[in-house]
């Protein structure tokens, strides 16, 4: 039976490499996260954490993997040095742009206890439209077959609602379990994007059956 688990949410920066259409952080200079203050909020975690539980610590964004270095010091201190006695995995969501070379190669060594959530917004066509012309520069393979069982995000804007079935089959195509959610700050009340919307559920639903 899986644990339950509790869930340290470590924001580590606000800057992102992207300029996704929707997005809501309107500040995103290059401060990052203390490792100290990393360190104490863990610690805190797993003190608090209840008998029978795990802790995910998820590295929050911006681009997490813009500060990789401070990632790995985390990672590593918790491993070698805390030692904590009690179950835990580490979890990040990325843009994927950046999990290249060393990253990628960190990452595969670390997966049994790292896991990535990639967030691509459909078709080529649509997430370029949505997420600054970056499909080709991420390895969408890689994030296939290392973690085959975690959800993709993709993000939905009011431009590519009319292709949000063609983008969750060309995913499911890809090999990707799919969670899509709405783009925040977007009025979606208007009386054709809820019947858009209900079109495309329609046509997912019909697909499934």
Known sequence: MPLKRKVLSLGITNACNLDCIYCYESNKDGTKMPLSI???????????????????????????FLHFSLIKKIVTWVVDELKPGRPYIFFATTNGTLIHGKIKKWLLQNKCIFYCCLSIDGTKK???????????????????????????????????????????????????????NLAENVNWSYSSALSMLNEQLLKLAACRN
């Open 126 to 180: 649509m997430h370029n439209h949505n997420r600054s012309s970056s499909y080709d520069s991420i390895d969408v393979d890689f994030f296939v077959t290392t973690w085959p069982h975690q959800e993709i995000k993709m993000t939905v804007s009011m431009d590519t609602l009319p292709n949000l079935f063609e983008g969750v089959v060309f995913l499911h195509e890809k090999g990707f379990l799919v969670q899509f």
């Open 38 to 64: 990393a360190k104490k909020a863990i610690i805190e975690a797993f003190s608090s954490l209840p008998e029978g539980e795990e802790l995910e610590i998820d590295f929050f964004g911006g681009e997490p």
